[in-house]
């Protein structure tokens, strides 16, 4: 690994949107990373089967951390090192094997999260209904996605994806409170709801920056870039920040947590790709 002043970390959900195409520019930055050598850590509320496609498409070829910060997902031989073990985590495994990647899990794996659900429901008293229960004709309608997408859409390896069933909006709320008290995370995603148990964006780039750190035998800097919608969730967790915004976002990102060396550029700036590397190349 060439040595790098930072590592990124970009929310890139709003960038590369589950249907239609990703933003303009977007694949010229990411090969400018590479050639700079560059490491960029996506973040995606996605699965890691529902992420491939646009891993793919961009090739992007570094660690993400999917699900909301349910786990990191590291190429296979990226760092050749093994993942620090962390006494604090001995209930769970230090790594998994998850189809092509090394997985460094944080939340608790699947069926945890379902079988937490399941009970709070019926102890509650609010009826739900998760994706994974649903035929493949109304896991379409319910999630708007063709069949494809829809049905990588449930497969999760540590969150689940489920909707209320006619409860009233005080019911839920109820449900949502009492699941937190039993130590669940929520995430509302449209009209659906993802449920995790002990997910962690902060966790996961702790771990990552303990690796990077191993690898370059320096410490590189936390750079964290994002939209203002996504920038809440990473932010607070880096050391830098860029954030991402558009006319409609800039009043409502006055509100964002400051973070040191805190930067904003125009998303939609003809040159925001070029100023964004500038910015993020630089050793000071």
Not at 171 to 184: A, I, V
Not at 211 to 230: N, Q, W
Not at 267 to 279: F, I, N, Q, S
Request: aromatic content about 8%.
């Amino acid at each position: 690994m060439r040595q790098t002043p930072n590592v990124l970390y970009i929310a890139v959900d709003a960038l590369i949107p589950l249907l239609g195409g990703s933003l303009d520019g977007l694949d010229e930055f990411t090969a400018a990373l590479e050639h700079e050598a560059i490491p960029a850590v996506w973040l995606t509320g996605r699965s890691r089967l529902q992420f491939d496609d646009a891993r793919r498409k961009h090739g992007h070829t570094h660690p993400f951390i999917a699900e909301d910060g349910c786990a990191v997902y590291l190429p296979e031989d990226y760092f050749h090192l093994r993942p620090a073990s962390d006494a604090s985590r001995t209930k769970k495994a230090a790594t998994l094997r998850l189809g092509r990647f090394t997985c460094i899990p944080v939340a608790e794996a699947l069926p945890a999260a379902a079988e937490a659900l399941q009970t709070l429901s019926q102890d509650t008293g609010v009826p739900l209904v998760t994706l994974r229960s649903l035929s493949p004709r109304e896991l379409a309608q319910n999630t708007g996605l063709p069949q494809r997408e829809a049905e990588l859409a449930r497969q999760r390896d540590f969150d689940e994806i489920f909707f209320f069933a006619g409860a009233s909006d005080e019911e839920g709320e109820r449900f949502l409170t009492e699941g937190r008290n039993r130590d669940l995370q929520f995430r509302k995603q449209g009209v659906l709801w993802s449920a995790a148990i002990g997910p962690s964006v902060q966790l996961c780039i702790r771990e990552l920056a303990k690796l990077y750190d191993r690898a370059l035998r320096y410490h590189a800097h936390t750079f964290g870039i994002a939209t203002p919608d996504l920038a809440d969730g990473l932010f607070p967790f880096c050391e830098r920040t860029i954030l991402l915004t558009d006319r409609k976002s800039e009043e409502a990102s006055q509100d964002l947590p400051v973070t040191a060396h805190a930067r904003r550029l125009p998303l939609h700036a003809p040159d925001v790709w070029e100023r964004l590397l500038a910015t993020i190349a630089t050793k000071n």
